[in-house]
């Protein structure tokens, strides 16, 4: 029933916040007061996939283990589970795809972003003792290319920050927004005949915000950078 996205730099506690949404959100729905029809909490994650964090160290194997995120992240979206899908999440493009493809399967979406400054990010990439930590080119790589999410743009939407000194993320309102949310159709049928009178294009100046058509994401987000 919801898809929460997770972002922000490579080992900035985005697993760590995860875990903690995900126990958090199990409480909430294990209360006798929750009527459903949410019934379980799944994380999706490089790890769980087993994708090695070297797959980030060029685009040439980023590209499959993003595709391999995203086409595990179809199969487990369901009306009974929120979904949380644990990984860098750093390309607008793909965070777009993700929230095309949740308002497809009728669910509520999220963005959770992970802020902890880029020093944090190096000294805890270096120190952490779990055996994934990125290597430091690919680190410096991934924090320049960064796309910070936006409230203003409705794919991030609705946004909640959580920076790396505080001790809980804002979890009712998390949980307002994956409960009470507001469940929006697709915005166009996915796929549209063609228009068979259309003589001219319109001007690029009249141009629609993109839509959830596939041809636009898989251009942005799984089609490398
Ligand atoms: P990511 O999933 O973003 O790669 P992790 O959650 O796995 O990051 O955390 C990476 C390392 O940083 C771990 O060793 C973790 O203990 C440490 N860490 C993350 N967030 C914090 C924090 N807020 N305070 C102290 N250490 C942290
Ligand atoms: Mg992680």
């Not at 760590?16 to 994650?45: F, M, N």
């Not at 644990?86 to 497809?104: H, P, S, T, V, W």
């Not at 994934?132 to 936006?150: C, K, V």
């Not at 009178?197 to 100046?205: A, E, G, M, V, W």
Request: net charge positive.
């Amino acid at each position: 029933m919801a898809l929460v996205t997770i972002s922000g730099y490579p080992s900035s506690g985005k697993s760590r916040r995860a875990e903690q949404i995900r126990a958090s959100l199990q409480k909430y729905l294990s209360d006798e007061t929750y009527p459903g029809p949410i019934r379980k909490v799944a994380v999706l994650s490089d790890d769980v996939l087993n994708l090695s964090r070297s797959s980030y160290d060029d685009s040439r194997s980023e590209k499959p283990a993003r595709g391999a995120l995203f086409a595990a992240m179809q199969r487990q979206m369901s009306p009974d589970t929120i979904l949380i899908v644990d990984a860098l999440n750093y390309i607008k493009g793909f965070r777009y795809q993700m929230y095309c493809a949740a308002r497809e399967a009728k669910l509520r979406v999220c963005t959770i972003y992970i802020v902890a400054t880029q020093e944090q990010c190096r000294e805890w990439n270096m120190t952490r003792q779990d055996g994934r930590a990125y290597a430091p080119e690919t680190l410096e790589n991934l924090m320049f290319r960064y796309e910070e999410p936006s409230s203003m743009v409705r794919w991030d939407s609705p946004l909640f920050t959580v920076l790396w000194d505080e001790e809980v993320p804002p979890m009712p309102q998390i949980w307002d927004a994956i409960s009470k949310g507001t469940v929006k159709p697709p915005t166009r049928p996915l796929f549209r005949p063609p228009k068979r009178q259309q003589t001219r294009s319109k001007p690029s100046s009249r141009r629609q915000p993109p839509s959830c058509l596939p041809s636009w994401p898989t251009r942005l987000g799984l089609a490398g950078n």
